[in-house]
């Protein structure tokens, strides 16, 4: 199992371009705030939960240290939100999106990466009778939810959360459809996929999902 050690935790996040940046002060406040946090949630801190705990604990500390060091409770959302955003790139979903194999290659891939790096604290639900033009599941258990809801920061994980609509809001031919999660006080987090005999403005309008 890769070690649970901040360094190496940044560096595989959202934020690994942005932080080499930061003053060094507040680098190594977020470095220890971050063996905190790996020690008070040391519960989900094993081999699959590994790159979720990266984004989770470096979000965590960045918005509080940030806040230490005189930002902002707004500015330091701000920030975290903005640069974890940012670093996203669509581009290689929405190519792969074109290909009329890509709604059967979710199907198969999505159930089996997500064993393979949920660990300790998830749950889904995975329906295998969806026609041929549709994928959906559930997310019935989080880490994020439960991570955040009691520290009162479940603003951090919709900002998560948002990352889903980059990513798979404008696919070509393919409708992303979430009407709720966990951590917008949503009992589940239902994830839908519908493809499309044309694209986007072409006989169907794109959901807003959330």
């Known amino acids: 199992m890769k070690p649970y050690e901040p360094k ?3 560096a595989i996040s959202r ?14 406040d977020v470095y220890t705030r971050m063996r905190e946090l790996i020690q ?14 990266a984004q989770i604990l470096t979000s965590i500390a960045l918005y509080e240290v940030l806040q230490k060091h005189g930002r902002s409770e707004a500015e330091a959302y701000r920030f975290v939100s903005e640069e974890m955003w940012s670093f996203l790139d669509p581009s290689g979903m929405q190519k ?7 709604l059967p290659l979710m199907k198969k891939v999505v159930p089996l ?6 660990g300790t604290g998830w749950r889904y639900t995975w329906h295998k009778d969806d026609p041929k033009n549709e994928f959906h599941f559930e997310c019935n258990e989080c880490i994020y939810a439960k991570i955040l809801t009691k520290r009162n920061l479940l603003k951090l994980g919709a900002m ?13 031919y393919t409708d992303f459809i979430r009407t709720q999660t966990l951590c917008q006080g949503g009992d589940v987090c239902d994830f839908r996929f519908v493809r499309h005999d044309t694209d986007a403005g072409d006989g169907w309008e794109r959901s807003q999902s959330i």
């Open 8 to 10: 190496a935790m940044v």
């Open 96 to 102: 792969l999106s074109k290909a009329g194999f890509f």
């Open 160 to 172: 998560c959360c948002h990352a889903d609509i980059i990513n798979y809001g404008s696919l070509h």
């Open 40 to 53: 008070e949630e040391r519960a989900y801190c094993d081999k699959g939960n590994y790159e979720h705990m």
């Open 113 to 118: 990466g997500f064993s393979k790096k949920s």
């Open 15 to 28: 934020y690994q371009k942005v932080f080499p940046t930061l003053p060094q002060d507040v680098r190594e």
